[in-house]
């Protein structure tokens, strides 16, 4: 079946960097576009960065363009997340995720914390 792990998350302070990664399996992974989304206590998920099928094709939402870089190695089927200037905004749980089949399929999310 189909199974994301998401990783790499912490805590920080405001300015520093993270990776995240998310390991996908059980399916065929460069087949598929990924996301990543961001979620706060008592907010909607909210889309971060989206990769194509390769490289080229990105989409990231304004209050992290310049800061963050998703990016994908379809040879160990995972998609990152490059973060930098990490602001306390940023704080959350931070979810990969694909769609394929008219269904959302997530992972189990990784806590970013970014405090002084």
């Known amino acids: 079946q189909v199974q994301l792990v998401e990783s790499g998350g912490g805590m920080v302070q405001p300015g520093e960097s993270l990776r995240l990664s998310c390991a996908a399996s059980?399916?065929?992974?460069?087949?598929?576009?990924m996301t990543w989304y961001h979620q706060t206590p008592g907010k909607e998920r909210e889309l971060v960065a989206a990769?194509?099928?390769?490289?080229?094709?990105?989409y990231y939402a304004d209050s992290v363009k310049g800061r963050f870089t998703i990016s994908r190695d379809n040879a160990k089927n995972t998609v990152f997340l490059e973060m930098n200037k990490l602001k306390p905004d940023d704080t959350g749980v931070y979810y990969c995720?694909?769609?394929?089949?008219?269904?959302?399929?997530w992972g189990q999310g990784t806590q970013v914390t970014v405090s002084s």
């Open positions: 995720n694909t769609h394929m089949g008219g269904s959302d399929y």
């Open positions: 059980g399916f065929i992974f460069s087949h598929y576009g």
């Open positions: 990769i194509g099928l390769d490289d080229e094709l990105a």
